[in-house]
């Protein structure tokens, strides 16, 4: 699954710390060049092929006017039998309709690809309605991120449970038939003095376990949310995935960063998903792909991918998430290759990868990912999303 998330300023959305990631594209990333370049490498038509195609038709047709021509004259003046030219001069235009169709300009033609089914999804940086999931599903939308914090569900620590503030979410998207992908982050006051603060201890994770079991028991398979009277006349759509935490690798929602003590979390998270509702799977944390900092604030995706092996099992979870966030498609494809080699290397061929996150914005171009003008913007999200449609396979992304 791949989502698209809104810019946003807010400290604890998900997307809108991101504007803190601050690399200085170099002349060379501009992005009218990039965008150009991602064309010629993607696979395109040049925009002189039109014209070119046009001149060769012209010329093929003046051709066979010539030798009619001659042909007549030939035939005036008692000059035998007429050779038939129509077969080769019809090779011939088929030859250059053929080499410009497929090589005009020394470039390829390429349809734009087509996205499989489940492959886009959304990540609303604010509350929706069902209003905005019916625009969603009309626009191919196949899940909705929905970050659901730990600390306003259970801010007493009595493991009394308040979702009234998500329900709506799960209603909105319920209504049109698309899943919502729930992040379960953040600690609450009562255990940590932050929310960025992991639990590690054997009592915190206790809580953590129950907490995420009373998330799957609300809205997951068979859960207690699809039999109340308000989602009368809705399919019940309890989501096909649960995320455990968001950009765990970054101080922003994980300080100090620990790839061992994520790894008890999901230890102790996984299998009681599994115990709740068999049908749904485990995803690991989107990861932030290079954030800035030091190692106990900032690890970038791949070596915390490395890492995470040392402590998780393949086994223990279904497929492993990135945001991939880069000034452009070049360093896009990059993250991405580095970051499935990464998981080739620990042990975790199989597990498919999902973008939860990706996105740039259109505001005044203060960094990388404020591409000023919408139509920067829409050429960048349109190469991007391009690559990450025809490299599925080769990546193993969902």
Request: glycine residues 10%.
């Amino acid at each position: 699954m791949m989502a698209f998330s809104a810019a946003a300023g807010g400290a604890e959305a998900p997307a809108g710390i991101q504007y803190k990631y601050d690399p200085v594209p170099r002349a060379a990333d501009d992005i009218t060049a990039t965008a150009s370049r991602e064309k010629r490498e993607e696979g395109g038509t040049s925009s002189r092929f039109p014209l070119v195609l046009i001149g060769a038709i012209l010329l093929i047709v003046l051709l066979f006017g010539v030798k009619n021509y001659a042909d007549r004259r030939r035939r005036k003046v008692g000059g035998g039998p007429i050779p038939m030219p129509t077969v080769p001069l019809a090779l011939m235009a088929a030859t250059v309709i053929g080499a410009l169709a497929f090589g005009a300009g020394g470039t390829v033609a390429a349809s734009s690809p087509k996205a499989p089914r489940n492959f886009l999804g959304m990540a609303p940086q604010e509350g929706f309605t069902t209003v905005d999931t019916q625009r969603m599903s009309l626009g191919g939308v196949q899940a909705i991120r929905l970050p659901v914090s730990w600390p306003i569900v259970e801010p007493e620590g009595s493991g009394e449970y308040d979702w009234g503030l998500y329900e709506e979410g799960f209603r909105a998207a319920a209504s049109v038939g698309i899943p919502i992908l729930p992040v379960l982050y953040g600690t609450p006051a009562w255990m940590a003095r932050k929310t960025t603060t992991l639990p590690t201890s054997s009592s915190q994770l206790k809580s953590w376990k129950r907490f995420v079991a009373a998330a799957v028991k609300r809205f997951g398979t068979g859960g207690t949310f699809w039999d109340e009277p308000e989602q009368v006349g809705i399919e019940p759509t309890p989501p096909k995935d649960w995320q455990l935490w968001n950009e765990v690798n970054f101080k922003y929602f994980a300080n100090p960063v620990s790839a061992k003590n994520y790894g008890r979390m999901v230890n102790a998270a996984a299998p009681v998903i599994r115990a709740n509702d068999p049908r749904a799977d485990v995803m690991l944390s989107g990861l932030f792909g290079r954030p800035k900092g030091p190692p106990s604030k900032a690890v970038d995706a791949p070596k915390f991918l490395k890492q995470l092996s040392r402590y998780v099992k393949a086994g223990t979870f279904d497929s492993i998430a990135l945001h991939p966030y880069s000034p452009n498609t070049k360093a896009l494809k990059k993250l991405i290759a580095e970051f499935r080699f990464a998981a080739n290397k620990s042990g975790y061929k199989r597990k498919p990868i999902n973008i939860t996150e990706i996105g740039w914005g259109s505001g005044p171009a203060k960094n990388a990912f404020l591409k000023g003008s919408e139509a920067k913007q829409a050429s960048l999200l349109s190469s991007a999303l391009g690559f990450l449609i025809k490299s599925r396979k080769r990546y193993n992304t969902e």
